[in-house]
Structures are given as C-alpha cells and as structure tokens.
C-alpha cells in the first residue's frame, strides 16, 4: 500500500487549479441512469470513487468511461441489473446514489446498505422514507434495501434532517414521477443545485434548488445531456488551509469562489488575507495564526468536510479554539492523529479544544478517512521532520493528485509505493 511522505517546513507559494468537485460527479453519473440516451460530463474528477462509480454502472449494464482529461460518458440504453452489491457499496457509500434514479425509470432496486463508518453511523432511513412517501415498497433484508413500486408519484416530503445524498436521491426519483413532488428541508449544497441543473437540461421540471424547498414536476421521460460538472469547492479550501498553515501564498484556481464564503470568511478571521477573483482567490498567510472557533453546519454554513482541515490549522493557533461538529456525531478520528504528533486537543462529544502555539513532529500517522487524510498531510507540512500518513486509499478516494499540486507550491512531499 502507498504512503506519503511529508517534510514540514517549507512555504507554499504559486498557483494550483482545482479538479471537478468528486460530490457532484458523484450523483451526475448515477443520473445518466435516468434516460437511454448518451450523457456526457466534462470536469469529472478522475479519483477512486468516481472510477468505483464507473465499476459499479458497468455492473448495470451502463456504457461508462472516465478519462484522466476529466470528460465521462455515459449510457444507460441497456441496464440489465438494478442492483447495487455490497462488495462495491462497502467501498463507497455514496453508492446509494444509484436508489433514487434506479425508483425513478426501472421502479426496482436492489442496493446494500451502507452501514456505518469512520465518520458516524450515517443511516439511510430519510432515503426510504422519501421513496415510500412517493409509493415505494422498501423491504431492508439480509442487509439490502428491496424497492419495488408499481409507479412512483408526487408526494410533500419533509426532511427533518438536512441530507445531501437523500435529497439527490429524492429529487432524481422524483424527476420521473407522476405529479408534484415538494421536498422540504432539503439541502442547498452546490452539489444540488448542479445535479439540479443537469436534471433540468434532461428535460426534468425543477425549481426552488438551493433553497430549502424544491419542487419537481415529473414528466414522462428524460432525455441525454452534456454537463459540466463544478469545481471541487473542498479541495479548494483544503490548499487554502495549506496556504494559511504555511504562511505561504498561494492562488486557488479554476474554482468557485461563491461556493466557498464561509470557509474564506472563517480563514480571514484567523488573519489570512484574502482577494477574491470571479473564479479564483488568492490567500496569504499571515503570523500570527489567530484562533477562532467554528461549528459545522449544512451549506451555506461552515462545511463537516472542512473540519479536519481547520483542525490542523488551530493546532496553530495563538490560543484556543473550540471546534464543533453538529452534522456527523463521530467526525473527530483525525484528532488522535493530530495529538500523536504533538497537538493538544482535547474532544469531549461533539466538540474539540484546540490548544494552539504547538511545534508539531513529523510522526507515523494513519488516515482514518477522506478528510482526516488531508488534515494529516496539513499538520505534515508544518511538523518537524518527516510524517508518514499511511492508508491513503482514503485520500485518493476525493483527491487528484494532491501530493503532486503540494509540490508544485513548494512542498517536500512524495507518495511512496
Ligand atoms: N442522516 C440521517 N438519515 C438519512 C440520511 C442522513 O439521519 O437518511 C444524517 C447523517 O447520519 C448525518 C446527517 O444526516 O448525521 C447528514 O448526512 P448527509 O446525508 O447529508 O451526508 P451524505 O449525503 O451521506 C454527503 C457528502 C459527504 C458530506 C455530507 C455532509 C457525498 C457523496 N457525500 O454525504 O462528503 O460530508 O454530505 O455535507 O455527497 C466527503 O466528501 O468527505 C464526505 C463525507
């Protein structure tokens, strides 16, 4: 298995350009599902779970290809198989994906559960509860979700948690449904209003996205599209983190910077300075690092899958921060990590205290998940000496070629077979 390696040390400066966000190819693929003819996307990051994706549409029956150059096509003209196997989905959990639109044009499916995992328990029930609303008949056994339906129709849905991956889910289902179908307190990631927008160029009748309450007319059939998939506004803040905990500066690329205010308005407070671009920032750190607290919330707020990011950073901190995760319960694997290389941080339930002005060490760390892996690659480039971050899988997971750009800025970093 490869590892990385970091030296700490060095000051990040250039330009880097960000891929297509992983969370928004994600659902665009599953919804080439959705019609017989050709979609293609452009943009569509060429990391593991988008390649695991392709793995498991081919398994349907789907004509899937992911080039490197990011464009995919896609081609659901003979779907032979409406399952989802456990061998697959216990790789990915976004997987479940391929519920809503598999409901929605074949009205079986057949998907594992995902089960929990490093993050929380992360439970599928809204999904079901959605689909029954809308006529389905879910049956959990030996560990999948049976649906079945003889036509799914409108229904008022209300959510009374926020879910990204369930409102995908629902609204792709509901795209093919007879009647009107009102999801309530959905989530208004940019992830949605994408998948959204797609839909719309399939032909799907869609409104109030990135809001709290969309609307869906089904319509008879959809038809093929072309698509551009977003940019990653994760791995955006993630080198902007990487800027900031280096004091480097560094300009983001190739991004939106819309979709990321929170994040560039939490890390100017730490002293960033930051200037804006229609679709690119530039982020210079600064000394001292201040800390500041922050909670997650569902977009727009403060994203869970910054976090583990913003941790590392606040191990900098000229004080305390206290870091609070209200989305997944069990979001804080990264900080046993962080303290084997030297950080104070003590976490009590759902919150962390970061004690700051720590001089980290380079130290063997394991990546517990996708997020974890890059706060560890963070911490590793401001730590003495060497860190190692093993089980990278995670990483490549939703990362392209991190450790490539990192080095590019400067970073004394390598991936070692
Ligand atoms: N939840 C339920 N019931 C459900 C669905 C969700 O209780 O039926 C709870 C979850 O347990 C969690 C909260 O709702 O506590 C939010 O979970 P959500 O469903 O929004 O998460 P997700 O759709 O499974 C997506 C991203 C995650 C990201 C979260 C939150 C994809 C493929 N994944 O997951 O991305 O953290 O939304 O923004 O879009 C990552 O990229 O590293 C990642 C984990």
Request: with cysteine; net charge negative; proline share 4%.
């Amino acid at each position: 298995m490869d590892k990385i390696r970091v030296v700490g040390g060095n000051r990040l400066v250039g330009r880097v350009e960000i891929n297509g966000a992983k969370n928004a190819a994600l659902p665009a693929m599953a919804a080439s599902l959705l019609t017989a003819d050709s979609v293609y996307l452009e943009n569509v990051p060429y990391v593991r779970d988008t390649l695991t994706t392709q793995d498991l549409l081919r398994e349907m029956g789907v004509e899937a290809e992911i080039l490197e150059d990011g464009s995919a096509t896609l081609k659901a003209s003979d779907v032979a198989s409406q399952e989802a196997p456990y061998e697959l989905v216990k790789t990915m959990r976004a997987a479940i994906l391929v519920l809503g639109p598999l409901m929605g044009r074949f009205k079986k499916a057949s998907v594992s559960l995902p089960g929990g995992c490093a993050i929380g328990a992360r439970p599928i029930n809204l999904h079901i509860m959605g689909l029954e609303r809308m006529g389905a008949k879910c049956d959990v056994t030996h560990g999948y979700v049976d649906a079945a339906t003889s036509g799914l129709h409108g229904s008022y849905i209300m959510m009374d948690t926020v879910t990204v991956t369930g409102t995908e889910n629902l609204m792709m289902a509901a795209t093919l449904a007879e009647g009107e179908t009102v999801l309530d307190n959905a989530a208004c990631e940019p992830e949605i209003t994408d998948l959204a927008s797609m839909l719309r160029d399939m032909g799907a009748q869609i409104e109030g996205d990135g809001t709290r309450t969309i609307r869906i007319r089904g319509v008879k059939k959809l038809h093929g599209c072309r698509h551009r998939i977003i940019p990653d506004r994760i791995e955006a803040g993630t080198f902007a983190v990487a800027s900031a905990i280096t004091r480097g500066d560094v300009e983001v690329s190739n991004c939106n910077p819309r979709h990321l205010t929170a994040v560039l308005a939490q890390l100017s407070q730490t002293g960033a300075q930051i200037s804006i671009g229609p679709d690119s920032f530039r982020i210079k750190g600064r000394d001292p690092i201040s800390s500041k607290n922050v909670t997650t919330y569902p977009y727009p707020a403060f994203p869970t899958d910054m976090q583990a990011q913003y941790m590392a950073l606040m191990t900098q901190g000229n004080d305390s921060a206290l870091i609070t995760e209200t989305v997944f319960e069990n979001r804080f694997m990264h900080a046993l990590e962080l303290i084997r290389m030297g950080a104070d941080i003590t976490v009590e339930g759902r919150q962390a205290m970061v004690k700051g002005r720590k001089i980290l060490t380079g130290a063997r760390v394991q990546a517990s998940d996708l997020r974890a892996s890059a706060s560890l690659i963070l911490a590793g480039l401001v730590a003495e000496g060497e860190t190692w971050i093993d089980r990278i899988y995670h990483l490549d997971r939703g990362y392209y070629r991190i450790e490539e750009k990192l080095a590019q800025l400067g970073a004394q970093i390598e991936r070692v077979p």
